[in-house]
């Protein structure tokens, strides 16, 4: 029996405790069938709540403890303040001792081989990440078929390496907010020499929809922080004419939060607190039409 | 309405019309389709369901839905999602019947395996039930007859849905009682990766398309089926008191000709939302791929006359049938016949064709006649290239087809389909297409406000043609092998050279 520990952890943001429980049950039975099939994990299962009030009570605390096995510690963390997911996700694995971290969303449902699929990827010699296949929308991203080996992974669902999570000083939380700190993460992490890999057999079910028309339907918040993101990543992974040409087509042709989007990097850029480029030889960050690498499909937004 | 009344009225009705007018030949029809089934089913599942209904009696609470999933225990990583699916549903007021059908012992072993990987609450939903013999149809009606729900559909073990799958039906069924429950549907291109042992998996490869959302109309329905089974709920009495049963003589289409028997029944309460997807496997088998295409012409013609062979009721309604519904982006008109003429109209903006970019629309005309008829949006007039897929099957063939466009000054030109580039086969005044997505290409250099294609299609393809497409074919993969390409070019060159300077 292979035995390894693991730290698992969400940020949460007013979700309903009902929908954590489901998650913390599917958690818990993964766990359990990755034993039975020889990978014995332990470890810890983490929430940090950025919500202004507290989502869990304490009796949900206890029953949360009460639905994982013996092996698996529960914590919930109250931030006290909305830290977005790169800030939020960093101070989660800051003083975890496990050799893995599973970081993913809250409303992620592990199917019962998850876990043990994506431990099974890790074996892989230099891979850092394994991503997880997004159900009933999977991500358009492409991989390498054989090998399994992409370009960035969406931390929906993702298994990490503490160390490498470490060397590379997690996620870039001064930079990025809520979008595009997977795309930077991955890009770091590639950077430094290793693998990330996708398995397809580690099916999470996320529930995501599209409109009749078969086209995604974002929030204002989710447009605006994407926009910024967007801006953000470009200038950090040296793609300067990305940067102007993004900053453009939003200031003359985009909506609201587009144009929102713009200013704050304008205003960025004035204060100086823009991130210093790096991979300037451009061999790791590449942005192809308006995605971060190639796409097997792209799925046409409103 | 009181007894007395309905059999008064009963009476009076059948004074009135005799078996030689439409409503008596109708009600005569009601009749028989209530009772062409009664011997199978008391002979196979009268005592299953009155077990059922045993131990229903017993239950506590009354189940909404019955989810029957067909299986062959094939599909272990499809099992595993189709589950997890239902893990994810917002309203867990369900069961399911897993129907493994002719699961051969290590199929039976690994489905047992994944059954006992499911959470506790999602074991106690499952019932494992094994049938050897039959038909597709045969485990739906063992699931019927052991369904506990109100309400009853079917989903394969490659299908997905969304987590409002069992919620978009419950809902429905307080404004739809008794009717059948239809939700929307979208389809999209998956293949399954078999590269290496550790690597398999599956992956989509086209973007879901919004190809089963529109809502049902009985007239199109006659023609081809356009509601994937899991897009239904029936309602169980249908089984259980009309004993309308799935007709198990059926390979194949055994859902669209159950549809077509209940549908004008009960009537059809449908529900705009999309809550599942469709995979179309361009590389696993699946029922379009097991069965030859003899089977499917047959079957589909079977149906045809069974439907052709009875007076229909028609809904209210029903001349609604070329209503556009604000928001949809596909045009509810007439479209008919099988291979489904559903075509899509890619944009090349100057970094090739890809999901970004197209429209769809449906066949206007009556098969075997066609017309897909595209407004192109601004945004794509100037595109470099067109390209228009017909419809997502292979192995038809199109006649006398042409492409009319419309360019934005109101001026028209048209030009044969066999002028385009195409990865089909040109052979007497035809175009063949032997495989999947039929694909017509060409250049543009003005802007293009609508574009037509019309002619016939046809699956009927001579015998000749099929030897010459497919020697033609494997002559092109030949020339196309680099060794071949790089002698035959250098040959090319040299002959060229040597012309060009004694010229």
Redesign the interface.
Known sequence: MEEVTLQIQSVIYQNKASDLKKAV??AA?AVR?AK?YGICISGSMVYGDASAQAVLTEEEVADIQGMLPKEFRFSYRVFGMNTGTAKGHNLLAQHSSAAYLLIMNPDI?M???CLYELF?SMKQKDTAMAEA?Q????H?KAYE????ETQWASTACVLIRTSVFRSVHGFDADTFFMYCDDVDFSWRVRLAGYKILY???A???H?K??????KWLPTCAERYYSAEAALLLSYKWSDFNRTRKLLKQYEACGGEDEKKAAAQFRKRQKEKRLPHPIDKNRKIGKFI?DEYGEM?????GH | MDKLENTQLQERFARLFSGYTIAGQYARYVEMLTKAQEAQFFEKYEKLVNETKAQDSKAENEIFLSIIIRTQGKRA?GL??AL??L??QTDQDFEVILAAHKAKPHNLKQIKAIL????A?MRKKIRLIQIEEGTRAVPINYGFAYARGRYVSVYDDDD????DYVEAFHQAAEFGEGKLLHA?V?SQKWKE?V??K?????????????QY?QNFHLIRQLEKNLCPLMSIAFPRYLFDECRIMFDESLDVMEDWEYIMRTAPLCGVYDI???TS?YRHWMNAENSASIHGQDTWDKVYAQIRSRINGHPLLLPDGFLNINKKKA????ACCFSAGYPRMEGILFFDLG?GF????YVSTGNTLLLPEFELKFSVPREYRHAARFRIDPCEYGGILLRDSKIILKYEDGTRKAFLASKCEHNGYYADGALYFMHYDPMLVWKNTYAVSEITIRGYVSMEIPEHLFKNAAEHEKRQQFARGSVWRRICGSIWRRIRRTVSKRS
């Open positions: 049950m599917q039975n069938v039975e449902l199917s019962p081989s099974r296949r159900t009933p929308l999977e358009a078929e054989k090998t399994g398995q397809p057999r099916v999470v079910y529930a929809h599209l409109s009749i028309g078969a039409g097997r499909f792209q799925i046409s | 990583d595993r999602e997890l699916c893990e994810a006992k990987e499911q959470t609450a997905i849905l969304f987590a929307y979208f990766n590269k290496s550790d690597q398999t998996g599956y992956c989509a490869v086209g973007a879901p398309k919004p959302c705009e939302e999309v997807i928001g949809q982006e596909q970094e890809s999901d970004a970019h």
